[in-house]
């Protein structure tokens, strides 16, 4: 029923900037979350940022100051601007679509970033 694709990750220097971008389509409500995860190698997937439904947002730690999530609801998309990445960040970045309305979650593909000089 719903689909979900992530684009624009890549290989970027520290320092520099990456604009992921999530699609969300098919059969889905208004009300939902919308969420990044990453997950880097031999490493739990972990949280990045959510954008409730409700506009809450919610940063790890670890990003904060430096990424900031967005969402579209028109064009059921979601944004997470990555400025200033460092080794660390490196990971595959999945996009969580949570529609209250099924209580489920929809993932995507992932999408790799990988930050080294």
């Known amino acids: 029923q719903v689909q979900v694709v992530e684009s624009g990750g890549g290989l970027v220097q520290p320092g520099e900037s990456l604009r992921l971008s999530c699609a969300a389509s098919?059969?889905?409500?208004?009300?939902?979350?919308m969420a990044w995860y990453r997950q880097a190698p031999e490493k739990q997937r972990e949280l990045v940022a959510r954008?409730?439904?409700?506009?809450?947002?919610t940063y790890a730690d670890s990003v904060k100051g430096r990424f900031t999530i967005s969402r579209d609801n028109a064009k059921n998309t979601a944004i997470l601007q990555m400025n200033s990445l460092k080794p660390e960040d490196t990971a595959v970045y999945y996009c969580?679509?949570?529609?209250?309305?099924?209580?489920?979650?929809?993932w995507g593909q992932g999408t790799q970033v990988t930050v080294s000089s």
């Open positions: 969580a679509i949570y529609v209250v309305a099924f209580q489920r979650t929809y």
């Open positions: 098919g059969s889905i409500s208004s009300v939902y979350n």
């Open positions: 954008v409730t439904s409700g506009g809450t947002i």
